[in-house]
């Protein structure tokens, strides 16, 4: 507040306090009635006359003890123009207070993980109850409540790892983001036909049914531009997050239009950082997310969710 708006409050506050003590005495002030009777001595219309009843007194001490109280009030909180009061209390400090006091709380019980490693924390109802918490409060809109994903966003519940699935690989990921780089292929295959041949290779690479003359025609090419990345069978690579292509596990969909889709543009997922968390934090919600990776079932995404791109 600038210093002016806090003097405005302020004589404003003052006069309409004064202005209010003023009208109340005023009011109750008993004029001795000149007629003796229990009337004001007014009369209208010649035989309308108004009686002398004041404030009852209980009522207006009441509203002084009013007035007193709100007078000690503003000058030990800040409440008067920007006077910060006599106790120096804020809503900022005592939200900072609060912070403090859950933060060492918190710190308290993270000390107790601290200690042991993830692997040994994904055994610990206490810790995997606290992950959970966490991933709900910071993992669920893209991951999923159930964790198990969504179109582009990968499903956490099955053992297929795009950047692995040891505790470090975990850690690392929520720490630090991951970000997938798979460039499109459209002009390097000699546009739409050359993808189309593309998709039936790929879907070969997982045993499925596919088209084998145009399987062979995109084999030459697979090996020349995809191998570096996803390997020569299809086995992806962890450290490049370049996923598995001879499995039934699709990030995209395995879809002949989602595989045509993720060759043709590319993808470009992006897992942000979430290093603000902390250590302590993040630890605890990567054994979570590790003590759900037990399917080995292989999730078909179903709802068309917009994810990578
Ligand atoms: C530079 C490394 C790199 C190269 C080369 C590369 N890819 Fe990829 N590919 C990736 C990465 C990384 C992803 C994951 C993208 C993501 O998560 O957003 C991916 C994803 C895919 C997907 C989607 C998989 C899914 O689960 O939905 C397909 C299909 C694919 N690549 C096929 C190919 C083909 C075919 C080629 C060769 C023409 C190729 N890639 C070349 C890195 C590469
Ligand atoms: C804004 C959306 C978003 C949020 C929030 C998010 N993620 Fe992710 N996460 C992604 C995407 C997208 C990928 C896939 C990146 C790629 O294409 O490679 C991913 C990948 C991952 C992976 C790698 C999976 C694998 O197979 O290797 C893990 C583990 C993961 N996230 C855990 C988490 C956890 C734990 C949190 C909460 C702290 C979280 N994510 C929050 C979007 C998100």
């Not at 997982?206 to 995809?226: F, I, T, V």
Request: hydrophobic content about 40%; proline content about 5%.
């Amino acid at each position: 507040m600038s210093f002016g708006w806090s003097v405005f409050v302020i004589v404003l506050t003052l006069i309409t306090v004064l202005g209010s003590l003023w009208l109340l005495f005023a009011t109750a002030h008993v004029e001795k009635s000149k007629t003796g009777d229990e009337t004001t001595g007014h009369v209208w219309d010649g035989d309308l006359r108004e009686y002398n009843k004041p404030l009852p007194r209980w009522w207006l001490w009441l509203f002084i003890a009013t007035i007193v109280f709100s007078a000690g009030y503003v000058a030990v909180f800040p409440g008067f123009g920007s006077l910060p009061g006599t106790f120096g209390w804020t809503s900022d400090g005592e939200l900072r207070e609060e912070l403090r006091v859950h933060e060492e709380r918190a710190r308290a019980i993270f000390a107790e993980f601290a200690t042991q490693p993830i692997e040994a924390l994904v055994n610990n109802p206490r810790a995997q109850q606290m992950g959970r918490n966490l991933y709900a409060t910071h993992c669920t809109g893209c991951h999923g409540a159930d964790a198990r994903g969504n179109r582009g966003f990968p499903n956490l519940t099955d053992t297929d790892w795009q950047w692995g699935g040891d505790a470090a690989s975990v850690v690392k990921t929520i720490n630090e983001g991951r970000i997938a780089a798979m460039p499109g292929w459209r002009d390097a295959l000699g546009g739409d036909a050359g993808v189309t041949a593309m998709v039936e290779y790929v879907k070969s690479l997982s045993n499925r049914s596919h088209n084998p003359r145009l399987a062979a025609e995109a084999k030459p090419k697979y090996d020349m531009l995809c191998v570096a990345c996803h390997g020569s069978k299809g086995e992806g690579n962890i450290a490049l997050g370049s996923p598995h292509l001879n499995d039934p596990v699709w990030l995209y969909g395995g879809e002949t239009e989602a595989i045509f889709q993720s060759i043709a543009v590319g993808r470009n997922g992006n897992m942000p950082a979430h290093g603000w968390l902390g250590e302590d934090r993040i630890r605890v919600i990567a054994s979570w997310v590790m003590a759900q990776a037990v399917s080995t079932e292989p999730v078909v995404p179903t709802a068309a969710a917009a994810g990578g791109n």
